[in-house]
């Protein structure tokens, strides 16, 4: 999707599933947690599942993001997180990850990352409180925002809970990936005097409002340029997206975590189970003015920097 034009200075992303995404303008990149493993429904529900450290080589190499400055895991249930350590060691080394105590257990002795994830829960802002930023590079900085994972279906949520001390092994089972604190983020790309050039939020579960929404008065200084929000659950909260556009007052939005991750990357793209997706985009044209899309795997936007 070229929104800027050959040479111009733009801030690209790329969609890898899930949660997964590329965030980058120059030499500044930023991940989101991907799942590339995507282990089928059945095998989720039934037998162990584990990282398919192939199926992330695979994919996470076709993507130079060895530079790669953070990887922002908003909660840590398995379609977020189970990849995380992989993608950590084997492509992107000095990432950082910023995620809750839940997230650093849950990598706990057994991963050989856990030393390499930043906590935000002390840091993170709320709709009336801004939270600290994370200067991640000289053009680029992330704020953490307190958010929630709604319930999976009839108000219940799958894997709840929190872990106080480190694992020392591999989770086996997707039950054993606990969703922890939920964070949404905004991430800022800078000017050489400080200033925001171009401003995206990330969030990687559905929440109800207030919860997950930006500090009103980081928002009246720059309006969101693109919000990646997630369809996937909607139903079971009340005001979502329409909180949440309101709130960020976004010029363009993506729609992530939207696929049956239940499937092979390489396979045919569906919806996520119990998902109504026109109900979604219906709601959604109602409250927002701009453009908005919901991608393929793989999927690249160039958006112009102004």
């Not at 199926?55 to 840590?76: F, K, Q, T, W």
């Not at 872990?163 to 990936?177: H, I, K, T, V, Y």
């Amino acid at each position: 999707m070229e929104r800027a034009a050959p040479g111009e200075d733009a801030v690209t992303l790329t969609y890898l599933g899930v949660g997964g995404w590329i965030i980058e303008r120059g030499g500044d990149q930023i991940l989101t947690g991907p799942l590339f493993s995507n282990p089928s429904i059945v095998a989720t529900g039934l037998t162990p599942v584990r990282s398919d450290t192939v199926a992330v080589d695979r994919y996470m190499g076709r993507y130079e993001v060895s530079r790669a400055l953070a990887i922002l895991v908003g909660h840590a249930h398995y379609d977020h997180l189970m990849d995380v350590p992989r993608v950590a060691r084997r492509h992107a080394p000095r990432a950082v990850i910023l995620g809750s105590e839940t997230v650093k257990n849950t990598l706990g002795t057994w991963s050989g990352v856990a030393d390499r994830v930043l906590l935000v829960d002390d840091i993170a802002g709320t709709v009336e409180e801004e939270g600290e930023w994370i200067g991640l590079s000289p053009g680029v900085r992330v704020m953490p925002l307190y958010s929630h994972h709604a319930a999976h279906f009839e108000g219940y949520n799958l894997y709840q809970g929190a872990l106080s001390r480190p694992l020392d092994g591999e989770p086996r089972w997707a039950s054993e990936w606990l969703d922890g604190e939920t964070y949404a983020f905004l991430i800022d790309f800078l000017a050489p005097d400080g200033g925001v050039d171009f401003r995206v939020y990330y969030q990687d579960a559905v929440c109800a409002a207030p919860r997950g929404l930006a500090p009103e008065s980081v928002i009246r200084e720059r309006p969101v340029d693109v919000a990646i929000i997630v369809p996937a659950t909607f139903d079971q909260v009340e005001w979502h997206p329409e909180g949440l556009i309101q709130n960020l007052e976004p010029r363009s939005v993506i729609l992530g975590h939207w696929e049956n991750f239940f499937r092979s990357p390489d396979g045919d793209t569906r919806s996520v189970v119990l998902t109504d997706m026109r109900q979604f985009q219906a709601r959604l044209d109602r409250v927002h003015r701009g453009e908005s899309w919901m991608p393929d795997l793989w999927t690249v936007f160039r958006f112009p920097v102004s």
